[in-house]
């Protein structure tokens, strides 16, 4: 869950692990103060999170992955296809910060929104335009990738 | 101090032998995807083959496919089809060439067309066995370059059957071809 | 949820840590605990039995997952499978049609040398 969420938000397997690795040493330190394992994996979610995004904005790892950067794919592929995949991970490595990692935690971790908002602390709202603008963002770019609509 | 240095120095021989047995696809490769109107891309080692063979069935198609990649370390393809002549060179692919070299590879055809521009490679590894261990094709054309490296034991009758007709066997070399095709032997 | 959705799940899937992972964290634990002179009375975080509870934490949450996170692993591995198939078909298919060309330009330039010795 917490390399996880580094990995799909950072796209980086050293970066990480080098995170993920901080956050379980500080889960070591504030274990006393944590209540329950719901409680621990709330804390975990949280401090994984934000310290991607902060990693994300000092170190700029983020590469602006535009839709021209990814390569067209052949006809062959289809629904479910591991090159499609790769491609709409490539995709929402285009988005901004914030929003990407929403997604993360929504399709990665199938956190409802509300839970979202409380590990990043804004407005449900927020949470819910910005995911809504995300996948609207992400299905025009699918369509054009793959040549037809997708639903 | 004298036993750490030999550990020290086996270590390196030890990583760079293992290294030459590698194959790497050049880096130069990923840039054409960029340049490449159209890109394949398959990449699977032998654990995705493993996965892949579980659900071949008993179909004749799968069967034979699935003989085949169970023997198999990997499988690597790389094509771009461009909508321009030209738009990449042959130094593209010179970093993969330079690895296929003898005793571990041997180049068994070489196909140059001047005509179509066309040009064909056909590179075996093999081992004391006298088995295949693996496979690359390298096609190129002026608007599409393939490359192909299957790695493993390779028996050529399986190839034949599974490709309709792959025609390994039976690719001897010509004498004195006029299109400049050359082949085994005559490199 | 919609295609897109699905897709997005499928593609976002969790990524198992590397190996040895929660052995690595541990150890930065131990190495973190060991320069200090030990203090007249430990913190509740580093009793003995907090690290033991770390180390178990860690273990499930980084290595392990819950019981429903591995059947969704056994359906992603079906995906995976069956993507892995269709990628072999294909990688077998442009292997076979590349050395027909070759085959083809060999036994092409085969004939053009008989007809000019026959000629």
Known sequence: MVFSIALRFLRDRAVAEELAQDVFLKLYRELPKLESPEHVKFWLRKVISHRSMDYSRG???????GLDDVAEPASHWKSGDVLLQDALRKLVSSLPDDARMMIVLRYQEEMEPQEIANTLGIPVGTVKSRLRRSLVLLRGKVQRLMGEPAR | MKSTLIAFLLTIGMALTAHAQELKMPVDLDKLAAKASETTEVTLNAHMLQLAAKFMNDDEGDREARELVKKL????????????????????????RMQLKPPMWEKVVGVRSRRDGENAEVYFKSDSSDVIQGLVVIAADPRELTIVHIDGPLDPSDLEKLGGDFGVPRLQAPARPKAKPSAAGAQ | MNDLERQLKEALRRSDPPPHFAQRVLARVAQENAPHSP??????????????AVAAVIVLVAGLGGVGYRVHEQKAEEAQALAAKRQVMLALRITSSKLRVVKQKVHNAEDAQKSGNTL
């Open chain 1, 59 to 65: 170190a700029r790892v983020r590469r602006e992955v």
């Open chain 2, 73 to 96: 370390k990997g499988i690597y393809v790389r094509s771009f089809e461009f909508d321009e002549p030209g738009a990449y060179s042959p130094s593209d692919v010179e970093g993969l």
């Open chain 3, 39 to 52: 203090p007249a009375r430990l913190p509740v975080w580093r009793l003995p039995v907090m690290r033991w």
